[in-house]
């Protein structure tokens, strides 16, 4: 099976603007193609994942992936699946958070001996002329037809900026700079971008009088059609910071049972023959299926090291074992109260809760537990003697902390 082939089957493609010529090129390893990233946070995030791995999929195979980084177009804010204006951010928080995209980013692909490119649109968009860009770019555009398109027509109620409305424009220069400057042939983004994507290609067409393409990912939802890598407390990072390698396995290994497949295919390097066993799991066998992704990807993200610890620290978590690698929460002599903490101080000062309310409804509604008992009386108290022997506090299923009293 070629690897256009095994996108197809793993379920990753969602538009293509001409399917017969991108699997061509693909297929040969002909393909320069980029996805672009806009550095809106210090970390990527599970929403960039399936981008990254699709990069890394392709490079194997023969391609040549751009990375553009976003430093100019954030500036502006892509309006697509907004229902507010994004927030402005400085120039040194754009800096700041480009070279940690950087960074995270050498995980998935190879950039060494020009095997890969790494570039941040900041370097043509910034220096650009007002009026020339409206002469040599904006021509080629039709307000009309921008309008028809979903991102900005679910916008037009609650207003849309015209510093938003240029985004498009921006991110077709984009690919245009792109073609010209790196014999860039491809562009792929998620299936949000469709509209910003066949922007650039007519731009391409008009000015140049040449072909070029765009392809779509699939945006990776749930089986209630929400999109994945939310959790109560936010985004799930890949940066160990925001987002401990824990957390990260945890994550993966708490999905549905009827997304746990999916997952499997498009996001996991696993062959598709192994993941079609797993096909036929039912019932408790799924959890196999689940701590087999979860393990994979917290390797892709973090390495084996890391992954190998967050898989024995959940199992040590249904067990007796040692929970030495579950995320941790120190306590100290000065947190107790006449030698001793509430639980919900301890859910509280331990990160599972961020108000005192949140805590006590927690309880009330079952979802908290001590080294696996349940807690059910809210006055419950821990003194320093628990808290010194193995102390492991959880909040619903996936959230835990290891009680470190440091005295």
Known sequence: MQIYEELVARGLIAQTTNEEEIKKLVNEGKAVFYIGFDPTADSLHVGHFMALCLMKRLQMAGNKPIALIGGGTAMIGDPSGRSDMR????????????????????????????????VNNADWLMDLNYVEVLREVGAHFSVNRMLSHECYKQ??????????????????????????????????????????????TELIRRKLG??????????????EGKKMG????????????????????????????????????????????QIAEMEKYEGSELNKAKEILAHELTELVHGKEEADKALDAARALFSAGNAANMPTADITAEDLNDGSIDVISLLVKSGLVSSRSEGRRAIEQGGVAVNSDKVTDIGASFTSDDLKEEFVIRRGKKNFRKINFVG
């Open 87 to 118: 927030q402005m951010m400085t120039v040194d928080t754009i800096n700041h958070n480009v070279e940690c995209f950087k960074k995270q980013m050498s995980r998935f692909i190879d950039f060494s001996d020009d095997k890969a490119l790494l």
């Open 155 to 200: 916008r037009m109620e609650r207003g849309l900026t015209f510093l938003e409305f240029n985004y498009m424009i921006m991110q077709s220069y984009d690919f245009f700079k792109l073609f010209q400057d790196y014999g860039c042939n491809m562009q792929f983004g998620g299936d949000d971008q469709w509209a910003n994507m066949l922007g650039g």
């Open 210 to 223: 040449k072909d070029s393409h765009a392809m779509t990912i699939t945006l990776l939802l749930n089986s």
């Open 230 to 273: 939310k959790t109560q407390s936010g985004a799930v990072w890949l940066d160990p910071e925001k987002t401990s390698p824990f957390e990260f396995f945890q994550y993966w290994r708490n999905v549905d049972d009827k997304d746990v497949i999916k997952c499997l295919k498009m996001l996991t390097f696993l062959p598709l023959e």
